[in-house]
Each structure stands twice: as C-alpha cells, then as structure tokens.
C-alpha cells in the first residue's frame, strides 16, 4: 500500500469509529478521544490557507491543463479549505470527538477528488503544452514530474492537517501520529511518498528524485 492509500485508510477507519463502528480486527483495539479543546492548536487559520491555495489554483488557472484536471485539482482544495473552516465553527471550548466528524468528512472527500486526479493522470498522461513551469523548474524534468511535483506541493498541508484530526479522534495512535507528522515536516519528505509510491513516478527516471528535492517548496502551513 502506498503511503498516501494508507492515509486515506485511516480517514475512513477514524470516520467508521466517530460513527460507532469499531476499528477492524487487524488494526487491534483503541479508544476513540474524548474531549478536544477548541480552537485546535497546531492547526493553520482558514484564512492562510485559503491563501496557499489560492496562489496554486491561480498557476492552474493560467496554465493549459485540461478542464478534468483543473475541476478535480478545484474540488480538491476547496474540501481542504471546508475543512478548516468547519474546525472554526464549533462553538464550545471544550467539546467531544465526534466534533471533529464534518472536518474529517471534508478531508475525506479532498481525498477522494486527488485519488480521482492520480488515477485520471495514469490514463491521461499530462502533455508538455498543458504544463506549466514552476519557479525555477528545471527543464530536466519531463511533464508528469512537473505535474507530480505540484500535487505533492498540494498535499502536504492536507495530510498534516489529517494527521492533527487523527491525533485528537484515535489518541491512542500517538506514536504513529508522531512519526507521520515528523515524516511530513521533514525537508526530504517528497523523496519518502515517492519512494513508498512507486507508481507515481516513471521508473526509468529516479534521477528526478533529486530534482524536486532543489524545487520550492510550500512548506509554510506546517
């Protein structure tokens, strides 16, 4: 399984037991988090991130990326954004887990819009006249690993918000929280999704690990 597949597991395991379903019986038991502190802490503004994606949506908006593409990758952030701005509108101090249960559906849905772009881009490869240049992208890089490069840039925020929900819904994982979100924040953490998901990344090119490693990176929501 793919690091990013396994992220999506866990939103629907933690969606399953905010529902009272409980955790399959491969993953072993643990209780579902009681009390959250509201507003949550470690958690980026609505507003900033509404910012974030504004500025990448606008790249994808000047760029000649096909309609699929754009509608999906919109879809996407616009869920992240939901997401965060649900967290905003509970209005307790203090409240149960199960406040958490509309972020966490809107993170799930952000989810479900990028594995439908993955899988979009696998049976429509990206061409060169739909891509656009990064700042500083190399010219080494071919199509598909300029487009990569974007999506990872997009996800990361998602994830480490993901992983601050989880934290709070399954505290009972707080050691695997700990090191999801230490692997997030890391400066080499692309080279981990890449590595742990083969099928992202044309084989024939693992020179270009290096490559998005010298790209720009929007690690500032962390």
Request: overall charge neutral.
């Amino acid at each position: 399984m793919s690091r990013f597949a396994a992220y999506c597991k866990w939103t629907v395991t933690a969606r399953k037991c905010l529902d009272g379903e409980p955790p399959p019986g491969y993953l072993g038991e643990f209780r579902l988090g009681r009390w959250v502190q509201f507003p949550l802490k470690h958690v980026e503004h609505s507003t900033r991130v509404a910012s974030f994606y504004k500025d990448l949506f606008d790249e994808v908006q000047r760029s000649r990326l096909d309609e699929k593409r754009k509608d999906l990758y919109k879809k996407f952030k616009d869920r992240v954004i939901s997401a965060h701005v649900a967290t905003e509108e509970v209005q307790v101090s203090i409240g149960t887990a199960s406040r958490l249960r509309i972020p966490l559906a809107h993170i799930h849905e952000a989810l479900i819009q990028m594995t439908e772009l993955i899988e979009y881009d696998a049976n429509h490869p990206v061409h060169w006249h739909e891509v656009f240049p990064t700042e500083n992208a190399r010219s080494q890089l071919s199509p598909e690993e300029l487009w990569l490069h974007f999506k990872l840039e997009s996800i990361r925020p998602c994830l480490v918000f993901l992983v601050r929900l989880l934290r709070r819904i399954l505290p009972d994982r707080s050691v695997m929280w700990d090191e999801c979100e230490r692997s997030l924040l890391r400066a080499e953490w692309i080279v981990q999704f890449i590595l742990d998901s083969p099928k992202t990344l044309p084989p024939q090119h693992p020179e270009v690990i290096d490559l998005l490693l010298s790209q720009r990176y929007l690690g500032d929501l962390t």
